[in-house]
């Protein structure tokens, strides 16, 4: 009983019955009401058939609208509750009412066609008819054992069998047009002369579209690809023009260190030629003392010649020795003199070696001090180089990590967009699922007061 009571999620109500007593039982009658439009679920399990057919073209667009109207109307007996099963039986009363079925045809456009709408939404099942023929968990418990119940329920398998003889009628007659449909087009294509001339200039346009879509399409491929090599190429441009500025940067320093090492060496030039100048004044100046002295020496000789010489032996002996004793001294002089000169040669040459040894020295010190201070320059250009890339590889990883942040940012703000989203959602279906608790509870109270009615009524 609870369960054929209760309404179908189609309607979402449950069909009225009013209460009346034993002595007004025989003057009402009992009442099958049925929704002529169902729901959205009804309708997608119902099949809706549509059948056009092209009138001949002498067929005028101002053809009067034929209607054929049919209703049919079952025997309303108690056999015909035997076909059908228990599960399937609802105990409602009230008047019954059998809804009629309109197959119609009528103009289908401006070429004066005749279409015909055969719908089985015309024959007014509602989807509580509907979850009730299909649905197999919908089992009622019998009905009362009261005259009225069973009024009712013969009422109900009335309807029943009037719906079912519609369904068939409806499926002839869906039938009987789809055969004149098909016969139609089968004599309006014999009747055409040159269809396979214009299928072949069809098919002919249809496989040149075709190609030139593909050719599009091929060249919009490559179009795209040459673009992407392009983007590629510029990104690569772009990518090395950081470390063409800092090679270009790199050589100029470089030009710059062997402009100064060509000055340094100049100068370094310079300071040899200056003192291969003095050098060589130095040996000029020490050659014209040398000969100076020679001059002296011979000078003095000449005038001790000219002492008068003795007669005796012993004048002549004595001039001998003293002669020789002078020979003697002038000799030793020459020599002291020439030990002098070669002593002091020895040391001018000594204090020039020392010289160029000491120039040899400063000028090996300048090389490998202007070596050291070139290499220093390049070793604080390839820092300053290392710099200024560590500097770009930062900034670039600065803003990569920028990019990366905001996109981050905005999956975030998206993730919370969709979170708001989700709980909106949720708050819509626990608040749905609040409305169907109390729908339910609703429902539950008005099956408890049909109920006690009923109880009431029994009771009575």
């Given at each position: 009983?609870?369960n054929?009571?209760?309404s179908?999620?189609?309607?979402?109500?449950l069909?009225?019955?009013?209460?009346?007593?034993?002595?007004?039982?025989?003057?009402?009658?009992?009442?099958?009401?049925v929704?002529?439009?169902?729901?959205a679920?009804?309708?997608?399990?119902?099949?809706t058939?549509r059948?056009?057919?092209?009138?001949?073209?002498?067929?005028?667009?101002s053809?009067?609208?034929?209607r054929h109207?049919a209703?049919?109307?079952?025997?309303?007996?108690?056999?015909s509750?035997?076909?059908?099963p228990?599960?399937?039986?609802?105990?409602?009363s009230?008047?019954?009412?059998?809804?009629?079925v309109?197959?119609?045809?009528a103009?289908?456009?401006?070429?004066?066609?005749?279409?015909?709408?055969v719908?089985?939404?015309?024959?007014?099942?509602s989807?509580v008819?509907?979850?009730?023929?299909?649905s197999?968990?919908?089992?009622?418990?019998?009905?009362?054992?009261?005259?009225r119940?069973?009024?009712?329920?013969?009422?109900l398998?009335?309807?029943l069998v009037?719906?079912?003889?519609?369904?068939?009628?409806?499926?002839k007659v869906?039938?009987?047009l789809?055969?004149?449909l098909?016969?139609?087009?089968?004599?309006k294509?014999?009747r055409?002369?040159?269809?396979?001339?214009?299928?072949?200039?069809?098919?002919?346009?249809c496989q040149?579209?075709?190609e030139?879509?593909l050719?599009?399409?091929?060249?919009?491929?490559q179009?795209?690809?040459?673009?992407?090599?392009?983007?590629?190429?510029?990104e690569?441009y772009?990518?090395e023009?950081p470390f063409?500025?800092?090679?270009?940067?790199?050589?100029?320093?470089l030009?710059k260190?062997?402009?100064?090492a060509?000055?340094?060496?100049?100068?370094?030039?310079s300071?040899?030629?200056?003192l291969k100048?003095?050098?060589?004044?130095l040996?000029r100046?020490y050659?014209?003392?040398?000969?100076?002295l020679y001059?002296?020496?011979?000078?003095?000789?000449?005038?001790q010649?000219?002492?008068?010489?003795?007669?005796?032996?012993d004048d002549?002996?004595?001039?001998i020795?003293?002669h020789w004793?002078?020979?003697?001294e002038?000799?030793?002089?020459?020599a002291?003199?020439?030990?002098?000169?070669k002593?002091?040669?020895?040391?001018a040459?000594?204090?020039?070696?020392?010289?160029?040894?000491?120039?040899?020295?400063?000028r090996?010190?300048?090389?490998n001090t202007?070596?050291?201070?070139?290499?220093?320059?390049?070793?604080t250009?390839s820092?300053?180089?290392?710099k200024?890339?560590?500097?770009?590889?930062?900034?670039?990883?600065?803003?990569w990590h920028?990019?990366?942040?905001?996109?981050?940012?905005?999956?975030v703000?998206?993730?919370?967009?969709?979170?708001?989203?989700m709980?909106?959602?949720a708050?819509q279906?626990?608040?749905a699922?609040?409305?169907?608790?109390?729908?339910k509870?609703?429902?539950q109270?008005?099956?408890?007061?049909?109920h006690?009615?009923?109880?009431?009524?029994e009771?009575?």
């Open positions: 009983m609870e054929s009571r209760q179908s999620p189609g309607t979402g109500k069909p009225e019955r009013p209460s009346h007593g034993d002595a007004g039982a025989g003057n009402q009658k009992p009442l099958c009401s929704s002529p439009l169902g729901t679920e009804a309708e997608g399990e119902m099949s058939r059948v056009v057919v092209d009138a001949p073209a002498g067929a005028s667009s053809m009067p609208l034929q109207k209703s049919f109307r079952a025997a309303q007996s108690p056999s509750l035997d076909s059908l228990a599960s399937r039986t609802i105990a409602v009230g008047l019954v009412r059998t809804p009629r309109y197959v119609g045809m103009p289908s456009g401006p070429t004066g066609g005749l279409g015909a709408r719908t089985r939404r015309a024959l007014g099942i989807s008819f509907l979850q009730g023929l299909r197999s968990g919908l089992a009622t418990a019998p009905a009362p054992s009261l005259e119940d069973l009024g009712a329920v013969e009422d398998g009335g309807c009037e719906y079912m003889a519609k369904v068939h009628a409806l499926e869906s039938q009987e789809e055969a004149q098909r016969m139609h087009l089968e004599s294509a014999t055409s002369e040159n269809w396979g001339a214009l299928r072949a200039s069809w098919a002919s346009s040149q579209v075709g030139a879509v050719e599009n399409a091929r060249l919009m491929l179009t795209e690809n040459i673009q992407a090599g392009a983007d590629d190429f510029k690569r772009e990518n023009q063409r500025k800092a090679a270009e940067e790199e050589i100029n320093s030009y260190v062997i402009d100064e060509n000055s340094s060496k100049m100068d370094l030039e300071q040899i030629e200056s100048e003095e050098l060589g004044f040996s100046s050659e014209e003392d040398v000969k100076m001059k002296q020496l011979a000078g003095s000789e000449l005038e010649l000219n002492v008068p010489i003795g007669t005796g032996l002549i002996l004595e001039t020795r003293i004793e002078r020979d003697v002038k000799n030793r002089l020459q002291g003199a020439l030990l002098q000169a002593q002091q040669a020895e040391l040459r000594r204090a020039q070696t020392q010289e160029e040894k000491l120039a040899a020295a400063l090996v010190e300048l090389h202007s070596c050291q201070i070139q290499s220093l320059q390049a070793e250009e820092l300053r180089a290392l200024r890339g560590l500097e770009n590889t930062l900034h670039d990883a600065k803003h920028d990019i990366e942040l905001q996109n981050l940012g905005a999956v703000s998206r993730l919370e967009a969709e979170l708001r989203e709980r909106a959602e708050e279906q626990l608040q699922r609040e409305h169907l608790l109390s729908h509870c609703q429902l109270r008005d099956v408890a007061s049909y006690a009615l009923l109880d009431r009524e009771s009575s």
